[in-house]
């Protein structure tokens, strides 16, 4: 059986249909901020968190939008799973790599193709965007 990581993931896109991603320290996939829970928390709180913890954005729980769980291969763990509960979440302020974020980028739809992203984006992330 294949090991399982669970997370909170968050899709942010702005004006100009751009996907907010990071890339950790140490990889070369981009992925949604987001992380793994502590004890006790919900899907929620564990993205509102993470979000302040790798990007400086306070992002309340009550205005994050649930979008669903989905379930693909994680981006930088060979043969394990990732279960991400995804919400939809709206940052105004500008967002600083933090914590093991070592990069913090808006990236359009169209460099997906020529960029390292994780398969929780090409596979689920897209049709979830505006306009899709």
Known sequence: MRPVIH???ALVV??????????KRGTTVYMQPGGK?????????TLSRELLEELGVHVPVAALEP??????????EAATTLVADVFR????????AA???DDVRWMHPDEFATTAV?????????????GK
């Open 7 to 9: 997370v909170s993931a």
């Open 14 to 23: 702005d004006d100009a249909g751009r996907l907010l991603v990071v890339r």
């Open 37 to 45: 829970p502590e004890p006790g928390e919900t899907p929620a709180e």
């Open 67 to 76: 979008l669903g769980r989905f379930t693909t291969a994680a981006a930088n």
């Open 89 to 96: 979440a709206v940052i105004t302020e500008p967002c600083v």
């Open 99 to 101: 914590a093991e974020i």
């Open 118 to 130: 994780a398969p929780l984006i090409t596979e689920h992330m897209l049709p979830l965007m505006p």
